[in-house]
């Protein structure tokens, strides 16, 4: 296998003679010295693009000249006609390759036997300097229908590229999104090295440096990813989305299914009712009815509220679990009773937002090969609460994105895009009846009040399911409002033991890692590492006490004294 030839492809057209040497000079550092160089020039009239190509010397590098200029596709489909290598990449003009790029890409090969493999990437400037860097998740189908978050590198099968018949011409600017598309349809081979092996080059109007500076790019991006959902027989209208290179994809509703609305409560009339108002009076999806819940509620107003709303509205009931509390017991006594087709399990303290919420969550519940669908949740204060679940962050599951301002893209665009993540929060969450049931609902023995939401999703997951996350569901989450917070000793005693077990019965996810969230993004915060919007730079004042410290530690540690009576998070060590 330490032999195995590796071909390159790369279509060159009037490139600046310093970013096509630096290309192609990565290629020649490899560590892994059995690569093929297959360059095709599409038509230069640049004559120091022409001038180094023509005095290349190595007999690893062949150069085809075109006759004229065939655009990016047609390029580099010649070149891939003179590739001998059993596996084929794409390196651009003026991008360059880690020196050990392809070692990593042979020990990859030779561990799991792949016909796709892609990696991190990070940015470099004019002058080759890095600028920031890309760490993907583990390949997610609903992520790729989005945006083209693999992009570099990536490393093919020689005989997968020749079944799907090459790049096809049509897709300028995004020729890569619709060759990947098509490729994940033949296979599910499809290997992420997190490693940054590529470096793609930022130059000033380029799609690297900027995706709205090519308008035609993010177009044909958009015909690839219509053009994917058509050939998989899936009826769908797919929009442009939020941010330029981002994809929404408008899944038609199939057969228009009862959508059963379960909200567990206990008293509380005011945040049940601002619930309940919100759902009656923003929904547009009209097939639902509302399942509410009362765990031993006993003041009048509530026990009024509920009769008022069965009176008012045909759609609504109310069922009583006269038992302690037990979310997850609460929730499957109310599935067992739900008339329809899909459970919506919703938390008493949410607040709906957009009125086509049930249809962004529906779209997806429906298919056939995905679990749980989850929603974006918002504080009250417009910050995040939820985007999505990832798995090992504090040493147990936390929220994506939290706290960042409701305004941000997220990292590299998260937070805009539909995409497929290990586990969703159940203060909003959508499931098949019929899934939910076969799978014992949620573990009301083990997680009667933490985690369990985690736990039925990761057990989707072992079931082959994919659970998905989408940014169109947008609710306020006015969290634990109903409950408080966990900080009695009881209840923290029960946290930490369904923790335990959480990590016991799961133990694979939290040794490998979430295969949604890649191992170079810390796990001390929910933030994938961004900033916080709302902290701000603040000047300080130093005492006169201060300055009788004579170490910096020992400032250092009476300044974070200081602060912790602003934040409380602050820690020394």
């Known amino acids: 296998m330490n032999d195995v030839l590796i071909s390159l492809i790369i279509p060159v057209y009037n490139v600046e003679r310093r970013w096509l040497e630096a290309a192609v000079e990565s290629v020649r550092r490899q560590t892994y ?10 038509g230069s009239d640049r004559q120091e693009t022409l001038n180094y190509l023509q005095q290349l010397a190595d007999e690893r590098i062949q150069v085809l000249f075109l006759d004229a200029n065939h655009g990016i596709a047609a390029a580099s489909n010649s070149a891939l006609n003179i590739a001998k290598g059993r596996f084929v990449g794409f390196l651009d003009h003026d991008d360059e390759l880690t020196a050990d790029a392809l070692q990593q890409v042979i020990q990859t090969i030779e561990e799991s036997e792949p016909d796709l493999i892609y990696s991190d990437e990070e940015y470099i400037n004019i002058n080759g300097h890095h600028y920031s860097a890309h760490f993907k998740p583990d390949y997610s189908p609903d992520l790729l229908l989005s945006i083209n978050y693999i992009c570099h590198l990536a490393i093919y099968r020689r005989s997968l590229l020749q079944q799907i018949g090459g790049l ?11 060759l990947l598309l098509r490729a994940v349809e033949q296979t599910r081979r499809i290997i992420h090295i997190p490693r940054i092996l590529y470096r793609w080059r930022r130059i000033p109007g380029s799609t690297a440096d900027r995706f709205a500076n090519k308008h035609y790019a993010w177009e044909a991006g958009r015909s690839a990813v219509a053009d994917a959902l058509r050939r998989r027989g899936i009826q769908s209208q797919v929009v442009c989305g939020q941010h330029p290179g981002t994809y929404r994809v408008h899944r038609k509703i199939e057969n228009t299914p009862t959508i059963s609305i379960v909200i567990p409560f206990r008293d509380l009339p005011e945040i049940l009712a601002r ?6 009076q923003k929904t547009t999806y009209p097939h639902f009815e509302i399942i509410g819940v009362s765990n031993q509620s006993q003041e009048p107003k509530t026990l009024a509220i509920m009769a008022d709303y069965q009176k008012r509205d045909a759609r609504i009931r109310f069922l009583n679990y006269d038992h302690p509390f037990n979310f997850s017991a609460i929730n499957n006594f109310a599935a067992h009773q739900a008339e329809g087709e899909h459970l919506l399990l919703l938390n008493n303290d949410t607040e709906v937002i957009n009125s086509d919420w049930l249809e962004a969550l529906l779209e997806h519940s429906q298919r056939p090969e995905v679990g749980a669908v989850g929603a974006k949740l918002y504080f009250p204060n417009d910050t995040i609460q939820h985007a999505g ?11 994506s994105h939290k706290c960042i301002d409701r305004r941000d893209p997220g990292y590299f665009n998260r937070l805009t895009v539909t995409q497929n993540t290990s586990a969703v929060t159940g203060a909003c969450l959508m499931v098949k009846k019929s899934l939910y049931l076969a799978l014992g609902g949620l573990d009301e023995i083990n997680l009667p009040i933490a985690f369990n939401d985690v736990d039925f999703c990761l057990r989707l ?4 399911y994919l659970n998905v996350f989408t940014p169109y569901c947008e609710l306020y989450h006015h969290e634990s409002q109903s409950r408080g917070p966990e900080t009695t000793p009881h209840r923290k005693q029960l946290f930490r033991q369904e923790l335990h077990y959480l990590r016991q019965r799961h133990s694979t996810i939290f040794d490998k890692g979430d295969p949604y ?6 796990l001390n915060r929910e933030t994938f590492g961004l900033r916080l919007r709302w902290l701000r730079p603040m000047a300080f004042v130093v005492r006169d006490e201060w300055q009788n410290h004579h170490s910096s530690i020992g400032l250092f540690k009476v300044m974070c004294r200081e602060l912790r009576k602003l934040f409380r998070h602050v820690r020394t060590h």
């Open 33 to 42: 010295p059995h690569w093929q160089l297959c360059i095709a020039d599409d």
């Open 461 to 464: 997951r072992e079931q082959g």
């Open 168 to 178: 096809h011409e049509g897709y300028d600017g995004a020729q890569d999104h619709d």
């Open 389 to 399: 679940i990832i798995i090992g962050i504090g040493g147990s599951a936390g929220h």
């Open 275 to 280: 619930c309940i108002e919100s759902i009656l």
């Open 517 to 522: 969230y890649n191992p170079h993004l810390p």
